[in-house]
């Protein structure tokens, strides 16, 4: 990673579940940020620079429909639903305990997995997220880019092929889609691989880029896109599983040099059961 904060942080927080399929977590922090190299950020008159505290409270929602639970000692572990299943989160930033910044962040997630017999299992995700307010670029939304290098573990849920810190913004959405046929397309008795096909794509945007000082900030307003091929469970050892992954970037934001937009994945995967 070429660019990192280093932050130091306190919270306190507390879960509960209002309804049987409603889970709630409330909590309050208080964070104190360096940045890197001479970042300053404007903002309302002042300028911020070398240090940030920020005192932040808010409240994390997840609505899971029919899920099911698995009854322990040490309390109720989810084993899934097969209805979507939404989170939401509401995120308050106060001048109090030190903060220096006032905002509102609102986020949302949306997740829906289901099975069919002719094309495997189907994942779709949802997720976007608005900044109400002047924010520094460590609380803006970094586009979940998983690009380290052009060989990386693979990082569902992410855009595979966008590099780290390439791209901000204060309000955003994504769409991630996977078809897992599992291993319908080709099997053998003892080679199972589980073969998927990608396509994620996101939209970005930054409504305040000069108050951000010494940083190059970008955003992709005209629609991120990348799609890709993975086959997982290409070897099998103990309780892991192995495979690959290729994509590729294309669209509005596709790099000059075609080799540049390809990336490829190593993945971990966690067997259950026989399969």
């Known amino acids: 990673v070429k660019s990192m904060f280093h932050s130091e942080k306190y919270e306190g927080g507390f879960s509960f579940r209002c309804f049987e399929y409603l889970k709630t977590r409330l909590f309050v922090n208080q964070s104190l940020t360096g940045t890197f190299k001479d970042y300053s950020f404007q903002a309302e008159n002042k300028l911020f620079e070398e240090e940030f505290s920020n005192t932040e409270v808010g409240v994390q929602l997840k609505y899971a ?3 099911n639970f698995l009854k322990t000692p040490w309390g109720k572990f989810s084993q899934g639903t097969d209805y979507p299943v939404l989170y ?3 995120k308050r930033g106060m001048e109090l305990l030190g ?3 006032s905002y509102t962040k609102f986020e949302g997630r949306l997740e829906y997995d289901f099975l069919t017999k002719t094309f495997g299992t189907t994942k779709l995700n949802l997720v976007g997220g608005l900044v109400d307010g002047d924010v520094p670029v460590f609380r803006l939304y970094n586009g979940h880019g998983s690009y380290e290098n052009r060989f990386t573990v693979q990082v569902d849920n992410s855009f595979a092929t966008m590099r780290l810190n390439e ?3 204060d309000r955003f959405i994504s769409f991630f889609f996977k078809q897992d046929f599992g291993s319908l397309l080709f099997k ?3 080679f199972k691989p589980r073969i998927s096909i990608v396509t994620n794509s996101g939209w970005g945007t930054i409504a305040k880029k000069e108050a951000h000082k010494n940083i190059a900030m970008k955003s992709y307003s005209k629609g991120y896109y990348e799609s890709g091929l993975l ?6 050892a103990n309780f892991f599983s192995y495979g690959l992954g290729i ?3 294309y669209g509005p934001y596709a790099l000059d040099k075609p080799a540049d937009n390809l990336a490829y994945k190593l993945s971990f995967r966690l067997k259950l059961g026989s399969n």
Request: charged share 15%; no cysteine; net charge neutral.
């Open 188 to 190: 053998t008795n003892t």
């Open 65 to 67: 429909y029919g899920e």
């Open 247 to 249: 994509y590729y970037r």
């Open 99 to 101: 903060g220096k910044f």
């Open 167 to 169: 791209f901000y913004a």
């Open 88 to 90: 939401a989160n509401v």
């Open 231 to 236: 086959i997982d469970n290409i070897l099998s």
